[in-house]
């Protein structure tokens, strides 16, 4: 099973938008609606940000959605902030207890 | 609270073997399905093995099987990976992960990771 692919890095200035994409096959991203987003600072352990899609947990802000289109998921980032800037990982699940993970998004506050 | 505690980890020669162990509590361990998730030095994450709420089914991602064993103790609130055969390719930090719920959920909270490092 091959890695989602996400971009590598984007930016964006304090109040701007910024979307994040993952894109798989119809075996992963475009069979199901279980993808997931992740948050993760250096040398901390990823947190929950988006699960089926575009729920968000108990306490993630508002200011983070997500949205799915065939193959390819997407996380927005609305009034982007200075702690939003970390690395952001999307997933999907795949079969029996399986998950694939995407390459990974350095987000810069510019 | 839920917290997950890693151990386990450490450096081994290629070839080598090691367990690794995850210490659960805050949450009814035995109506979870677990995971273990790793991510190698630089780079992004890998789903390695998941286990069902009682042990009874486990999956392994290709990269892993017939290599590792992913294993739960219900009495002790414990998560298993023994991993033999290690490869310099092994090397990262290996998170223990709840599932929201089921197979099909993704994990909703991690423990801070063990690192891994085969080499010689």
């Known amino acids: 099973q091959s890695a989602l692919t996400q971009p590598a890095s984007v930016s964006g200035s304090p109040g701007q938008s910024i979307t994040i994409s993952c894109t798989g096959t119809?075996?992963?991203?475009?069979?199901?609606?279980?993808v997931s987003w992740y948050q993760q600072y250096p040398g901390k352990a990823p947190k929950l940000m988006i699960y089926e899609v575009s729920n968000r947990p108990s306490g993630v802000p508002d200011r983070f959605s997500g949205s799915k289109s065939g193959n390819t998921a997407s996380l927005t980032i609305s009034g982007l902030q200075a702690e939003d800037e970390a690395d952001y990982h999307c997933?999907?699940?795949?079969?029996?207890?399986?998950?694939?993970f995407g390459t990974g998004t350095k987000v810069t506050v510019l | 609270e839920v917290q997950l505690l890693e151990s386990g980890g450490g450096l081994v020669q290629p070839g080598g073997s090691l367990r690794l162990s995850c210490a659960a509590s805050?949450?009814?361990?035995?109506?979870?399905?677990m995971s273990w998730v790793r991510q190698a030095p630089g780079k992004g994450l890998e789903w390695v093995s998941g286990?069902?709420?009682?042990?009874?089914?486990?999956y392994y991602a290709d990269s892993v099987k017939g290599r590792f064993t992913i294993s739960r103790d219900n009495s002790k609130n414990t998560l298993y990976l023994q991993m033999n055969s290690l490869r310099a390719d092994d090397t990262a930090i290996y998170y223990c992960a709840k599932r929201q719920k089921g197979a099909t959920t993704p994990p909703d909270y991690w423990g801070q990771g063990t690192l891994v490092t085969a080499s010689s």
């Open positions: 119809s075996s992963d991203v475009g069979g199901y609606n279980y």
């Open positions: 286990i069902s709420t009682s042990g009874s089914s486990t």
């Open positions: 997933s999907s699940y795949i079969s029996g207890s399986s998950l694939v």
């Open positions: 805050g949450f009814t361990f035995s109506s979870y399905a």
